[in-house]
């Protein structure tokens, strides 16, 4: 059987690593160097060639070791590793989520084009579009979960900006509201946006679903994105991201990684081959336990909506048909909806003793917090609002605990709501 023949979830383990190379070592060790040495003078020519793209590769010729801020042992086995989940050509991994975001949107963006980006986002990647890439001379233009890809065409064609897109940025399941994004009619629009001269790429940033849930590259999309510090990662000990993409794309990344010096560090790229073993097993686990979870909570009085893919039914529309055709599991973010604004969201979290009340998720532990107080306080009230990021949101990320533990938190957390509740009626 061929090696290549295995699952990625076996290949977690081995994958791009040589232990004959490395003192017989079953693990990859960490390579903690900032430079390597040449055997000759031709040889360190022939690196910096590869490095700097002076000449294309002799046959199966890859760019050897020269500078931990260009290439590094254990990231590169690291990227070699995440292409298997989504049959990617190559990957890039970056110092954090956001670095990753940043870095792809300076190379293939310049000033005079636009933008458009589905609504609404982690709060960071609305910050860094609105407010930094606006002053870079970069126009961008928003649409919606639920917009059909003829009505954006025609509101773009109006505004006179519709040659000018050079970049279709989308986040599915949306941050924090669920909401589902068609990556296939984007990429229909983003074909129509196109000329000859300039192809509009698509960007899916698919941390909410991981590489395990749904798989971008392989409906069409040109660049698939991570903050890998949330599944990938997966235990709130280290801070990356990465991109995946095919080769031409992820180079022209790397390149550009290289000289703004925002590579994953050696220490970083390691932890994240630990957390890469047990991927599967978390994911799937957490996912358990969120489908049971959300069927208790659409059930409860004090809950007003849920919104949870698992819980998508056909009288949902658009939205179960494109969950039907894009995803492969549910996942573990749920989105709640509580009965009140903010007095009974603060309660609810106040009140709950195993789930931490922390900002970031895909972990192994459960953690819940309010969006419209914490990530994406800095949206304007309006953007708020219409995204449906409202004040008795709470978004919750499913972690590894036992479940029934998990289901009496949050049982007792709600009590805390009702009293809430309660008492503000009575004022």
């Known amino acids: 059987m061929s090696y290549q023949k295995f699952k990625p979830e076996s290949l977690m383990m081995s994958y791009g690593h040589h232990a004959a190379q490395s003192q017989g070592a079953v693990k990859v060790p960490v390579y903690q160097t900032s430079t390597f040495s040449f055997q000759s003078a031709e040889e360190g020519k022939s690196y910096f060639e590869l490095a700097y793209g002076l000449r294309e590769p002799n046959g199966n010729e890859a760019p050897g070791m020269i500078y931990s801020r260009l290439n590094n042992p254990d990231l590169d086995i690291l990227e070699q590793r995440l292409c298997l989940w989504d049959k990617a050509e190559e990957a890039a991994v970056f110092s954090s989520g956001m670095a990753a975001i940043s870095t792809i949107m300076f190379e293939f963006l310049e000033p005079g084009d636009v933008l458009l980006y589905s609504s609404p986002l982690y709060g960071g990647s609305i910050h860094f579009i609105t407010s930094v890439l606006v002053k870079m001379g970069i126009e961008v233009a928003e649409f919606r979960a639920g917009e059909q890809p003829e009505d954006i065409l025609c509101r773009l064609k109006a505004e006179g900006r519709a040659e000018r897109v050079a970049m279709v940025y989308i986040e599915t399941p949306a941050n924090p509201t669920n909401a589902l994004i068609d990556i296939e009619a984007m990429n229909l629009l983003a074909e129509e946006l196109s000329v000859p001269e300039r192809h509009v790429r698509v960007v899916v940033d698919n941390t909410y679903m991981g590489p395990l849930w749904q798989h971008p590259l392989a409906l069409g999309a040109d660049l698939v994105l991570y903050s890998a510090t949330k599944f990938l990662g997966g235990h709130s000990d280290l801070i990356a991201g990465a991109v995946l993409g095919n080769k031409e794309l992820i180079q022209r990344v790397k390149t550009m990684r290289t000289f703004l010096g925002n590579m994953a560090t050696p220490w970083t790229s390691w932890l994240l081959m630990r957390s890469l073993e047990t991927l599967k097993l978390r994911m799937e686990q957490q996912c358990h336990n969120a489908q049971r979870i959300a069927r208790f909570l659409a059930s409860h009085p004090m809950v007003e909506q849920v919104n949870y893919l698992g819980l998508l039914t056909e009288a949902d529309g658009e939205q179960y048909d494109i969950y039907q055709r894009q995803c492969i599991a549910p996942g573990s973010m749920i989105s709640v909806y509580l009965r009140g604004g903010e007095k009974e969201a603060f309660a609810f979290l ?78």
């Open 350 to 427: 106040n009140g709950l003793k195993l789930l931490k009340m922390a900002v970031s998720l895909g972990s192994t532990e459960s953690l819940a917090q309010h969006p419209a107080t914490m990530t994406h306080a800095g949206l304007p009230n309006g953007m708020m609002e219409e995204a449906g990021v409202t004040e008795n949101l709470v978004r919750l990320s499913i972690g590894v605990e036992n479940t029934d533990d998990l289901l009496s938190d949050l049982e007792q957390a709600l009590d805390k709501v009702v009293v809430a509740s309660e008492e503000a009626v009575a004022l």
